[in-house]
């Protein structure tokens, strides 16, 4: 275990931003303009996104995500952990306070796009039942895009 803590806060906060621009600059270095699908800040603002920021003990910023939620299903976006911080399980909180928080709210398939060139990101999310799909949504078949989908009506309870 470690000694970070993820819960429901807002994304528009200094140190979250800098997170979501760390994102960004990683991103950047991986896909074209037209491969990246990320939300902005105002996108993460809206009702319909919950948002999940992990602190340390000392209140530090380490990890964030997202999901924004549909009529059908929510989409998991924005999931990073700063890289002096990964390895601790921290991704693993993060996605499952927003699992139980879109599942408390009524949402029960849970899809997600990622990119082939994060190996770790493609493990993880198979290690958390995330299972490959077609594209949904507005997405359409990319070979730089990784389409995937989880059932929550048949996933373990979050504690």
Known sequence: MTNVRAVLESPDQPEVI???NELD???DT???PESRHYLDLDHLKQANT???V???LGARAVGCGAIVLHSRYGEVKRMYVHPESRGRGIARQILE???SAAL???CQELMLETGPHQPAALAFYGRSGYRLR???GAYTDDPLSVFMQKSLSHAPNST
């Open 134 to 136: 077609g594209p949904f």
């Open 18 to 20: 800098a997170l979501i």
């Open 97 to 99: 306070v927003l699992e």
């Open 50 to 52: 919950i948002f999940v």
């Open 30 to 32: 991986l896909y074209p």
């Open 104 to 106: 408390s709210r009524g």
């Open 54 to 56: 992990a602190r340390t």
């Open 25 to 27: 600059a990683y991103q």
